[in-house]
């Protein structure tokens, strides 16, 4: 049957909604050999339609079968594409490396590009009211106190506030720290908020 | 040094910098904690908090966090060591200690500025400076002077001199660090703060009445002193505003562990100052329990049902039913006045209740301590849900069950081993108690149940054991329900020099220790040897 | 529909297979029916292909095939999703039922299916709205199809959502969807290792 291989991949796509799958270079290779067959298969019977009539029929169906194709692996990029968006706003502009090797070449290239351009929006706001940029992955929900308390959940090592005092981030410890300074690291789950 | 205006010389010195604060893990610790965190979260303190379990890890946290910090405070540990000998601190950093772990290092005492303590306790009988400091070097100069036999003389004299001094200088220190006791609750002191600061809210009154009960629900003061201590709570409960919100009353309630969260029969087959008495480890000890609930007016089935789905008006006589029946079995009288937490739509929660909940945190069967330590003090949190006391509730109600088996199975089968002066006994590894009674605090807990049973006039040792071959040691001193006052430390550090065994001298509370298993018979002679 | 060009849920939509019937011979494609022995596939055969197929061929001018209707969209069925639709195990019995529908409704010429999708929708929407208020109720719900899953799960955090707002008027921050969904799925390979 056509289309079987591709369907593969979407589905396990889709069953890992909230997570990025590793790149599958094998399978898309192969889904692109077998169009090339099937064109392969439409041009030699194209040609012979003059002596039987009966091929068109034929190569109509091989023609859905690649279109069917081509719209799958175009979904499939699609899906990664908006996912590889969510993790530059989640993970920030340096991905861990356990993720980065999830990504293929092409879509580092795009991540980075999509970071610096992220990054030079960020720059250009806020400027003609005297501003150098904001943060827009900051304050994602409404800051309502200066200060909060945080868990720290791994050993970070150490943390540079804006003030200059350096901070030791341990597994288990507790810090009163700046609001603003936690965010990151609370969205990338290095410390917890607790109350 | 000590301070002398807790408000302005310690509080007020810490604002607008960033303070180290290292934590014990022990109750009235968790209580302070919480007090503390919340003055600093008004007043904007920055501050990163490390639970610490003993001398090692104060060490360890100390030297990891100290960068950039100039103010550290202690919560009961600390006091009790040369703080600048062992941290070796820059010079400008100042430490705070609120310890109620005595007698306090003498060192801390006279430091000019750099360990400050926080709270000075009058029953301490501190020794003056200058009978134990002494400045040799002034004396040999002032000599220069004097000639020929004038100056032999002299110096005779002189060593005459020295020598006494050092011999009283000696028994001075022999007599205050013999003994190792509690002091005021710290909580009560962070409490006082509070006051000052007109920061002392329900949540910090809460958390004052649970830091003295807890003081007294495991008897680490005489009972006189407790109500002493918790005489400025009770000052601070009679000026707060009668609030429809949460707020702390004193109230006569059962001291009964958990029985809000329990049947009153298992309350009371699970109340260590209680229970004992009881005889429940014989075998005619379930009649004897029987009889007192008849004589209660409590049904069996009553009892045995869920205190909450009891019947209303059983649960109303329950105070007086316990007043009246107990005195006829010559069981002391098991109501007094307690700290009550009072909220709106919820039953009242007793301070002896979160006691045994932050007990059970700390020293979670399963849970890392460290993790533990977070849930109990979020546990005396006053408004909202509190699902982390649930879980150190039902934590608490196994962990109390354990010790009644441990207790009742050290008593019947004599498990309970006679050694010259004090008896001992030792949990056996790989029982289903040993992994719920494998810490002080409720390693504690089973040696004053056992004591209680045994009329508590000999002293009693206890072990269980811990991983990779090691056990632990707890002392626990004679009548220790009048005079806690613990003399153990000082008796294991010398068994230990004198036996030459590889003993850990870790624990903020000298009369527990962590020595390997296989000695462990060897260091009971030593101690025998030293204390017959 | 031309907006779903990329939408994966509508990808798999159209790879649920329908019952066709082929209008002419297919030379070399004989392997489209299973139960084929010969190269080529003659007209008038029945074959089950994916709808997505069966779209673009019956689209086609003279159209290449028939297309009927599955068979839960069928007479019998409709009298079942009719009478009571909440009692229906839609994830077994049809895991796009109301979106395969939406395609093949037009395949049926009275227009009774499109009926029968609304008014399932509308008596299993209000099932899954009532149920979601609670998360006990949610598991006796019968098993759902696979949108009204994502349905339910959206009406369960959205629920959660305005209780919390509810009672603190803010909300602590918390890790990043993706970043604490990774680690959770890394913690249980390392398990599975």
């Known amino acids: 049957m056509f289309g079987e291989k591709v369907i593969e991949l979407l589905k396990e796509s889709e069953r890992n909604r909230e997570t990025l799958d590793q790149y599958n270079d094998e399978k898309i290779r192969q889904i692109i050999e077998e169009m090339h067959v099937l064109f392969k298969l439409n041009m030699n019977d194209a040609n012979a339609t003059t002596e039987n009539k009966s091929l068109w029929t034929t190569v109509q169906v091989r023609h859905s079968a690649l279109e069917r194709n081509k719209r799958c692996l175009l979904a499939y990029l699609y899906n990664r594409m908006n996912k590889i968006k969510i993790l530059r706003w989640e993970f920030g502009s340096v991905l861990p490396p356990d993720i980065r090797e999830l990504l293929s070449d092409a879509e580092y290239d795009w991540f980075s590009k999509y970071s610096t351009n992220l990054a030079t929006y960020m720059r250009s706001l806020g400027q003609d009211i005297g501003y150098n940029g904001i943060d827009l992955t900051e304050n994602l929900r409404p800051p309502k106190s200066l200060n909060i308390e945080v868990l720290c959940l791994v050993d970070y090592g150490k943390l540079e506030l804006e003030d200059g005092d350096v901070i030791m981030l341990k597994k288990n410890s507790t810090h009163f720290l700046p609001t603003s300074e936690c965010q990151t690291l609370i969205r990338q789950g290095i410390l917890k908020q607790i109350t | 040094m000590f301070v002398e205006d807790i408000k302005n010389d310690f509080y007020n010195t810490l604002l607008g910098n960033r303070v180290l604060l290292l934590v014990h893990y022990d109750v009235d610790a968790v209580c302070t904690c919480k007090i503390l965190q919340d003055l600093f979260k008004c007043d904007n303190i920055l501050y990163t908090l490390v639970p610490v379990g003993g001398i090692s890890d104060l060490k360890t946290a100390y030297e990891e966090n100290n960068e950039e910090i100039k103010f550290v405070v202690l919560v009961n540990c600390g006091g009790t060591i040369d703080l600048v000998d062992i941290l070796q601190p820059d010079e400008d950093v100042i430490f705070f200690v609120l310890d109620s772990h005595k007698p306090t290092d003498i060192c801390n005492v006279y430091s000019d500025g750099q360990v400050r303590l926080v709270y000075k306790d009058d029953e301490e009988n501190i020794p003056n400076f200058d009978d134990i400091f002494r400045d040799d070097e002034d004396e040999e100069e002032a000599d220069e002077n004097l000639q020929g036999a004038d100056r032999l003389e002299a110096m005779v004299e002189r060593r005459r001199d020295r020598k006494a001094w050092e011999e009283r200088r000696h028994t001075l220190m022999f007599n205050y660090t013999q003994f190792s006791y509690y002091g005021k609750p710290s909580s009560c002191v962070a409490l006082e703060l509070a006051v000052r600061a007109s920061r002392n809210n329900a949540a910090a009154l809460w958390a004052g009445a649970v830091g003295c009960a807890a003081h007294s629900a495991l008897y680490l003061r005489p009972p006189a002193q407790c109500l002493l201590d918790a005489e400025p709570l009770n000052r601070c409960l009679n000026a707060q505003s009668h609030s429809t919100t949460a707020h702390v009353v004193v109230e006569k309630d059962a001291w009964l562990p958990l029985y809000r969260w329990w049947s009153v029969e298992g309350a009371l087959s699970h109340a260590s100052f209680f229970t004992p008495k009881l005889k429940l480890h014989a075998s005619s000890g379930a009649s004897r329990l029987r009889q007192l609930l008849a004589d209660m007016g409590f049904p069996l089935q009553q009892a045995r049902q869920a205190y909450r789905s009891m019947d209303v008006e059983l649960r109303r006589c329950l105070l007086s039913a316990l007043e009246t029946a107990a005195p006829k079995h010559k069981l002391p009288i098991p109501t007094r006045p307690t700290f009550l937490l009072h909220k709106p739509h919820s039953p009242p929660m007793a301070a002896l209740d979160a006691v045994y909940a932050i007990m059970a945190l700390i020293e979670h069967e399963t849970l890392p301590k460290a993790v533990g330590f977070q849930k109990a003090l979020s546990a005396l949190q006053v408004n909202g849900e509190n699902e982390p006391l649930k879980v150190g509730i039902t934590a608490a109600r196994r962990s109390l069950e354990a010790v009644a088996r441990l207790a009742h199975s050290t008593l019947s089968s004599r498990g309970l081993l006679l050694a010259g002066p004090f008896n001992y006994f030792i949990v056996q590894e790989g029982t289903s108690e040993a992994g719920l009674v494998r810490g002080p605090l409720w390693l504690g807990e089973a040696a004053r149940w056992i004591a209680t049973a045994t009329s508590g006039a000999r002293p009693i040792l206890a072990s269980a054991p811990l991983p990779d071959g090691q056990c632990l040691l707890l002392g626990l001193p004679p009548r220790y329900d009048q005079e806690p006052r613990n003399l153990f430390g000082a008796a294991f550090e010398q068994a230990a020099q004198k036996s030459g065994i590889s003993v850990v001298l870790d624990y903020v509370d000298t009369s527990v220790i962590v020595l390997p298993t296989s000695q462990r018979t060897q260091f009971l002679d030593a101690l025998t040897a030293l204390l017959a | ?193």
């Open chain 3, 1 to 193: 529909m031309a907006n779903n060009y990329l939408s994966i849920s509508d990808i798999l939509v159209s790879n649920e297979k329908v019952p066709c019937r082929f209008l002419h011979d297919l030379p070399k494609l004989g392997f489209l029916d299973p139960s084929c022995t010969e190269e080529d596939l003659k007209a008038g055969t029945s074959v089950e292909i994916p709808l997505w197929l069966a779209e673009s061929l019956s689209s086609r001018r003279p159209p290449l095939v028939a297309v009927d209707l599955p068979k839960v969209y069928k007479e019998t069925y409709r009298e079942i999703f009719n009478a009571d639709a909440c009692t229906v195990d839609l994830h077994k019995l049809a895991q796009y039922f109301f979106e395969l529908g939406c395609y093949v409704a037009k395949y049926d010429i009275k227009g009774e299916v499109a009926t029968t999708l609304v008014n399932t929708f509308r008596q299993r929407f209000k099932m899954i709205l009532s149920a979601s208020v609670s998360t006990d109720s949610i598991n006796a719900l019968q098993p759902l199809s696979s949108s009204e899953r994502d349905r339910t799960a959206s009406a369960m955090a959205s629920e959660k959502a305005l209780s919390t707002w509810l009672k603190r008027g803010d909300s602590l921050l918390t890790t990043a969807n993706m970043v604490a969904n990774h680690r959770k799925r890394k913690r249980a390979e390392m398990e599975m290792l």
